[in-house]
């Protein structure tokens, strides 16, 4: 057989199982056009994680003319604003595209990508709103092993994105980016399966799955429960060990990521686009018996200096809604505690006047 | 661009395309734009690579000087020149308080660029070749496969190739170049994360805990493990490199020189570095120990004291190809541990030669107990050396303090008797034949690799965590 017939031998077998592995994809994950975005939902879609939907699918969000609303945050902001109601009060399309356990970098990170994938025209009608709380600001060599994060690992997996660490952008125009989205189905899902299926079973063989041993309640439930919970002294306790455990006992919080905040913050308003810092509520219990807070809010006020001045930058302060009762665990709300976030924030996002688009 | 990028396996498969379809001539050609395009790839600014593409443009006027002025005053000049050069260029730590040039720029290549010109010029020097023309000399240099981490390959051996008719391709040879490329993805991609990240999960408590005095049993043990675990890294990570490179380079008809041989088979601290990186250590063999060596013999000294003058210049050698790995202080340190380990194998070996005569000492080599401890001696030393490649700085000038030297020793110690035990259970393992599944047919054969390709390529994005090529830094 000639080398030329056998390459084409190899090519056409490998185009079979391509086929059929687009195929199952249709099948395992039906392609959805949701108006609203929500990475809650990520888990359900073919993109698996949180970080992967921000990467490959948040691009979406700049197909909708008009006004819009961004969450951003980490898991509290997730289950704290549901945005199919937020999107009724506010009477606007509200996306909500948190991510698992970021750090203040990944966000600054997915900011600067959801911009930039913006017009300006559009960017200049988007409000973001931005949820805060000390457990973003941890060392990022203590969050990721290798001190990447997620989300820049997902911009890298399929060669896509081109200088992920500083300003992350597609390397094709949006017809192309998209279409390729579409041919790398594939191997989308085969990321969702084994994310969801083998590194599961990978990090309980190697113990590591932290959360689940040191909280019991919190254990992956966020995309499962969010009723009220009135957790034990043992369950404090043990929850209480996690967080120690997670950010480090006596290690103090890592300056570049409030260094991050106010380049953040910096950037919207050079960009001219809204946004609304949210300081999100902790129960008392968690926030009282751990040393980060003090140094948490003297370190995030530096950051936001002079924020009062700039016109297009709100700050929102949930914290006094530290109650255990609107709790289910350590940090995320219930529902009815969700639906009070909303409500307060969407009142003062309504009151709240940032320069509008000429 | 990452040589496990989508983005490399495009330019080297439309290179191997061209390179197949074009003639003789145009050949030279497709690997000159496919070289320009791979290095256009890692300039972020437009002076990013301008020294070395002035290294390079220096090297080839450095070569029309050599092949004008042989003399050995004028080989002299160029060699120290380049080192200097290059020394410079990378700013090495010593010479931290000179100028630097005012702008970013890459220094992507340039160790291998740096033994590419030296060989060239002292070869032409020699007159052991003619000197070549400047499109042959700019391919060799920057050649896509080998410009960022090697293998060293002597031009000779590459110009010939380019020269030669084109073999046709063969379904052995497609079969050969696929397993390579794949084999090498699969290491890169799956067993080279589960180092790095086995790795990345004990360094940084096992240097944090340093940094704060933890000298526990549990330290010794956590860094017992992480010296093997990062050597392990090293070597999958290069060793992966070079069977992806090695299987392009097929697919186009070149044969690039092997860099490694079963390393870990290795039986003394020699046959290591004649097992691994074999060409970089055939470069320091041919243009530095044998020169060195000659030079001291043909001194005054007596005939009984050359194992004594080699061990000194393997130490000096061994020193260099230590020093070579980095620019700070740690891989002075580590040329150190190099050129110490090299001097003291040569000098065990004449002393055991001589107190035992050499019949006797043969025979004790071939000793499987003595092969056993040589051979996990000689990996635990490696293993505990290469610590000064990962670890902070601060923590380095602790490791040399008389506690961090006992670690140290003491570390090899217990490396040393789990890699004799490891060694037996490995000789003493239950042998099998992996069934013969049929893939003889080219049809089952080509199947069977259509799978293989599309599982790997599976792998390792669903995995993503690829870590990039260790050596490109070096």
Redo the contacts between chains.
């Keep these: 057989m000639p080398a030329l017939r056998y390459i084409t031998l190899i090519a056409g077998v490998f185009f079979l199982l391509y086929l059929t592995t687009f195929a199952i994809s249709f099948w395992a994950y039906p392609d959805t056009n949701e108006r609203i975005l929500d990475t809650k939902d990520a888990r359900a879609t073919i993109f698996g994680t949180p970080p992967r939907y921000v990467a490959y699918k948040a691009a979406a969000i700049a197909s909708v003319p008009g006004s819009k609303y961004l969450i951003i945050g980490g898991s509290p902001a997730l289950l704290g604003f549901r945005p199919h109601r937020l999107s009724s009060e506010l009477g606007a399309p509200t996306h909500n595209l948190s991510l698992d356990s970021p750090d203040m970098s990944e966000l600054a990170l997915e900011i600067r990508l959801l911009c930039d994938s913006l017009p300006p025209e559009r960017l200049k009608k988007t409000t973001l709103i931005l949820g805060l709380d000390y457990l973003q600001f941890l060392d990022p060599h203590r969050r990721w092993t290798s001190g990447v994060s997620e989300l820049e690992n997902e911009l890298g997996r399929f060669g896509l994105y081109s200088d992920i660490e500083a300003r992350p952008h597609p390397r094709f125009g949006r017809p192309v980016h998209t279409a390729l989205v579409m041919l790398l189905r594939p191997w989308m899902m085969i990321a969702a399966v084994y994310d969801h299926s083998i590194l599961p079973i990978l990090m309980s063989a190697k113990n590591m799955a932290r959360f689940a041993i040191g909280d019991p309640v919190f254990s992956f439930s966020i995309y499962n429960s969010q009723t009220a919970a009135v957790l034990s002294d043992a369950e404090k306790k043990s929850s209480l060990t996690m967080w120690r455990n997670f950010m480090g006992d006596g290690v103090p919080l890592n300056p570049e990521q409030f260094a991050a905040l106010a380049d953040t913050v910096r950037y919207a308003n050079l960009k001219g686009i809204r946004l609304a810092i949210v300081d999100l509520p902790i129960p008392a219990w968690h926030r009282d018996a751990l040393p980060y807070n003090a140094s948490y809010e003297k370190l995030k006020a530096g950051a936001l200096t002079g924020t009062a001045s700039m016109k297009n930058v709100i700050q929102i302060d949930l914290t006094s809604m530290d109650d255990e009762k609107n709790f289910f665990d350590s940090v995320h709300p219930t529902d009815m505690a969700a639906q009070d976030w909303e409500r307060r924030v969407a009142d003062k996002l309504l009151e709240f006047q940032g320069p509008e688009a000429e | 661009m990452r040589l496990d ?3 490399f396996l495009l330019l080297a498969f439309t290179a191997v395309l061209f390179f197949r379809l074009a003639g003789r001539t145009g050949r030279s050609a497709v690997i000159a734009l496919a070289s320009f395009a791979f290095l256009a790839s890692f300039a972020r600014t437009p002076l990013f690579l301008v020294p070395i593409v002035v290294f390079v443009l220096l090297g080839y006027c450095a070569l029309l000087l050599a092949s004008r002025y042989p003399q050995s005053a004028v080989l002299t000049m160029l060699v120290a020149f380049f080192v200097t050069l290059f020394v410079w260029i990378k700013h090495y730590s010593i010479i931290s308080n000179l100028p630097s040039l005012p702008f970013a720029y890459s220094t992507v290549g340039l160790s291998y660029l740096l033994f590419r010109v030296l060989h060239l010029i002292v070869d032409v020097s020699q007159a052991v070749m003619r000197r070549p023309g400047f499109a042959s000399y700019f391919n060799y240099m920057f050649f896509l496969l080998s410009f960022s981490s090697g293998p060293i390959q002597r031009y000779g051996d590459f110009q010939d190739q380019m020269e030669q008719e084109p073999v ?4 052995d ?2 079969n050969t170049a ?1 397993d390579r490329i794949l084999l090498g993805y699969f290491l890169l991609t799956i067993v080279d994360a589960c180092f ?2 086995i790795f ?2 004990l360094s ?1 408590r096992f240097i944090a805990g340093l940094a704060m005095g933890d000298l526990s049993p549990r330290a010794f043990t956590v860094f017992s493990g992480l010296a093997p675990v990062y050597m392990m890294h090293v070597y999958v990570n290069f060793a992966a490199y070079m069977h992806v490179i090695i299987g392009i380079g097929l697919m186009m008809g070149l044969r690039l020189p092997e860099n490694f041989n079963h390393p870990l088979a290795a039986r003394n601290f020699f046959d290591f570095w004649n097992r691994w990186h074999i060409t970089l250590s055939e470069w320091f063999r041919d243009y530095m120990f044998n020169p060195l060596l000659k030079a001291l013999l043909s001194g005054p000294a007596p005939a009984n004291m050359a194992p004594y003058l080699a061990s000194i210049v393997f130490f000096a050698t061994f020193g260099v190809i230590g020093l070579w790995h980095g620019t700070s202080f740690a891989f002075v340190v580590l040329g150190l541990l190099f050129g110490s380990g090299a001097s003291i194998n040569k000098l065990w070996q004449t002393a055991l030669a001589n107190h035992m005569g050499r019949p006797r000492y043969k025979a004790l080599q071939q000793q499987r107990w003595y092969i056993q401890a040589a051979r996990s001696l000689t990996l635990s030393y490696i293993a505990v050396a290469l610590t000064c490649v990962w670890i902070t700085p601060q923590t380095l000038v602790w490791l040399l303090t008389p506690r961090g030297v006992l670690l140290g020793i003491g570390t090899t110690a217990v490396l040393t008797m789990l890699g004799i035990v490891s060694g037996y259970l490995w000789e003493a393992r239950p042998h099998f034949r992996l069934p013969n599944i049929g893939v003889r047919t ?2 089952l054969a ?2 069977w ?3 293989l ?2 599982t790997v ?2 792998l390792a ?5 690829a870590s990039d090529i260790i050596y490109k830094d070096f």
């Design positions: 990028s989508a983005q046709p391709l063969a379904i040879d497609i696929i790095q990240w990345a999960k940084v080219p049809i080509g199947t690799r259509a799978i390709i599309f390529l599976s994005l669903a995995v993503n965590a």
